[in-house]
């Protein structure tokens, strides 16, 4: 059965960071890609990152040089710098089986498994 926990979410200041986590289990590391998206509250749910098995990873471009997706093993973490109000929302990570040599996927309708969210406010 897989799973996914997000943890790390809070209330930060304008330009401070904060790094979240989303924890996967029932998968072998090698089989997946992990997606991070955001929704905030009367909007859709949109792509953050996604990182593939080889770690080889993709940004949306509103946190491109600001966020940066990593994993180790069943662990996937998003470091998110000089955040702003606009990055306010409740974070999900999620995941699908995807081929190690492939980019992994920007398209929210691929994953499969989702967790169930880490809220982020950034607000002075």
């Known amino acids: 059965q897989v799973q996914l926990v997000e943890s790390g979410g809070g209330l930060v200041r304008p330009g401070e960071s904060l790094k979240v986590s989303c924890e996967v289990s029932?998968?072998?590391?090698?089989?997946?890609?992990i997606g991070w998206f955001r929704q905030a509250p009367g909007k859709e749910r949109e792509i953050v990152s996604c990182?593939?098995?080889?770690?080889s990873a993709q940004y949306a471009d509103a946190v491109k040089g600001r966020f940066t997706v990593s994993r180790e093993k069943h662990r996937v973490y998003l470091q998110m710098d000089s955040l702003k109000p606009a990055d306010t929302a409740t974070y999900y990570c999620?995941?699908?089986?995807?081929?190690?040599?492939?980019?992994?996927?920007?398209?929210?309708?691929?994953?499969?498994?989702w967790g169930q969210g880490t809220q982020v406010t950034v607000s002075s």
């Open positions: 999620a995941s699908v089986r995807w081929p190690v040599q492939s980019m992994c996927p920007l398209t929210k309708g691929l994953y499969i498994y």
């Open positions: 029932g998968y072998a590391p090698e089989d997946y890609a």
């Open positions: 990182i593939n098995s080889d770690n």
